[in-house]
């Protein structure tokens, strides 16, 4: 009995690693069409102010190959480029960006602090620089800049509009969208199916599960791109805060990645699958 497992748990073993290393022998690959190198978080948060038209105006002329950014809905229905549903932090206006009509809304804050790097600020070096940007603009202004967008609320309304503008522009190749919540990707992928999409938490965590268990090989991958943050901000207590790093889920998440990231196996299983791996910070 104990030589049948031990023969059954060895051609397991055995299967799972010829098809990890071989992998378009079960699945074919995705096709993407963005493989960036650098990335600007909110625009480039730590040289200009966050999500602003002069942040990735900045970051276009240093030659970032993406621009990351933010999106949330206002009252009267814009796409508004912004990272935090509260104004508090980035103008030091108590209220919601939903309860905002988008002409009423306050400008950033002259001096920002940076969120991944406490005691940084960002300086607005004229009053244009503090206007709040909606969607539209940025895509007008670079309609042919990859971008990384994050939906940071589970709204139909911003979901079915972020889709559309994307569509209207043409963006499909250019465009890279996703959200922590899975609930949320699917709706995203429900709402464009033709914009590749970045793995939400819990599907990273089922990643490196089936990798820890040798059933990666077997499994379907249903996003495009697998984005990580840079598991060193989870020492600084402020970002991590602000940014939910400090959440168990987070906090076990952010352990196996430390786990992984060692791996060079997993990320050349992952790209012969066709699927990018990105690590975000500022």
């Known amino acids: ?42 625009g480039g948060a730590g040289e200009r102010i966050e999500n602003t038209l002069r942040a990735f105006q900045n970051a276009v002329e240093l030659g970032t190959d993406m621009l990351e950014l933010d999106c949330h809905l206002t009252k009267d229905g814009e796409v508004v480029i912004l990272h935090d549903g509260n104004l508090k932090r980035s103008t030091g206006v108590n209220v919601d960006v939903s309860e905002v009509n988008y002409a009423e809304l306050p400008q950033y804050l002259p001096k920002l602090e940076v969120q991944f790097h406490p005691g ?55 465009t890279i969208w996703g959200s922590f919540s899975a609930k949320t990707c699917a709706k995203l992928k429900a709402a464009n199916p033709a914009v590749p999409c970045f793995f939400p938490l819990d599907s990273v965590l089922r990643l490196f599960t089936y990798y820890v268990f040798g059933l990666l090989p077997f499994m379907p991958i249903t996003y495009e791109y697998l984005e990580l ?54």
């Not at 748990?9 to 993407?32: E, N, T, W």
């Not at 939906?151 to 889709?163: A, Q, S």
């Open 120 to 174: 940084h600020f960002s300086h607005a070096k004229s009053p244009s620089d503090r206007k709040i940007l909606r969607l539209f603009d940025l895509f007008t202004s670079f309609p042919h800049t990859p971008m990384n967008i994050d939906i940071k609320v589970d709204d139909d309304r911003l979901i079915n509009k972020v889709g559309n503008m994307i569509r209207e522009f043409h963006r499909e190749k250019f």
């Open 229 to 282: 943050p840079l598991v060193a901000a989870s020492n600084y207590p402020e970002s991590a805060t602000a940014t939910g790093l400090n959440r168990i889920k987070m906090k076990v998440m952010l352990w196996l990645m430390d786990f992984l990231l060692c791996s060079p196996r997993l990320y050349c299983h992952l790209k012969a699958r066709g699927v990018p791996n990105m690590h975000l910070t500022v």
């Open 1 to 42: 009995m104990l030589g049948a497992i031990a023969l059954i748990a060895l051609g397991y073993i055995v299967v799972s690693y010829v098809f990890f290393l071989f992998p378009r022998l079960l699945h074919k690959p995705k096709l993407v069409t963005q493989m960036p190198v650098h990335i600007s978080h909110r």
